[in-house]
């Protein structure tokens, strides 16, 4: 697929901007203010976010608006996004510090493999696997940040069950990842 030249001010690069942007955003209203209404603005805020990752993407090659800085930007604002939101929630007791640690440590890994590989010329496609490995983060994430019961649901049983699912996940694309690049080499 041909990058646009018509520039960075496209529908596309402006959600991934705004996943960006959504990130101080659920930052302040999760450390500034406590209770169920804060908590509930800032899982709405995260959910347009990650709403706004699948609409980029898609937008981008319905329009052939992708773009390098689209293509560099977008996985940066999705990883920004979800490891921000999870290290916010440590210091509140809702997620453990060493389940983050290894989401952060996968993502790290991942990139820096996938910048070795392209440096070699080898491309290691995202796999379906990666992208159910992101929809479970978010998922885990927007519920971790709603923490407070609702209709009666412990909802922060449901987001530590989530984080697990999306641990699990993220631990074996990992692996698939690393698989997939060793079989190239």
Not at 17 to 31: C, D, E, H, K, S
Not at 168 to 182: A, C, E, K, N, Q
Request: net charge positive.
């Amino acid at each position: 697929m041909t990058a646009h030249t018509g520039g960075f001010w496209n529908i596309s690069n402006n959600l991934t901007l705004f996943r960006i942007g959504a990130i101080p955003l659920v930052a302040v209203l999760l450390l500034f203010f406590n209770g169920r209404v804060p908590s509930l603005i800032a899982a709405f805020i995260f959910l347009l976010g990650a709403i706004s990752d699948a609409l980029d993407g898609y937008l981008a090659r319905r329009r052939n608006t992708v773009s390098n800085v689209g293509k560099l930007l977008d996985p940066l604002a999705d990883k920004l996004l979800v490891c921000t939101a999870l290290i916010l929630l440590i210091p509140l007791g809702w997620v453990s510090a060493w389940i983050v640690a290894l989401i952060i440590g996968r993502e790290m890994a991942v990139t820096t493999l996938r910048g070795l590989a392209g440096a070699e010329g080898v491309v290691i496609a995202a796999s379906r696997l990666g992208k159910t490995k992101n929809l479970s983060q978010l998922a885990a994430a927007t519920i971790l940040i709603l923490h407070y019961p609702y209709f009666s649901i412990d909802v922060q049983l449901l987001g530590t069950i989530l984080i697990w699912i999306a641990l699990v996940m993220t631990m074996w694309s990992g692996i698939d990842y690393f698989v997939r690049y060793l079989r190239s080499a």
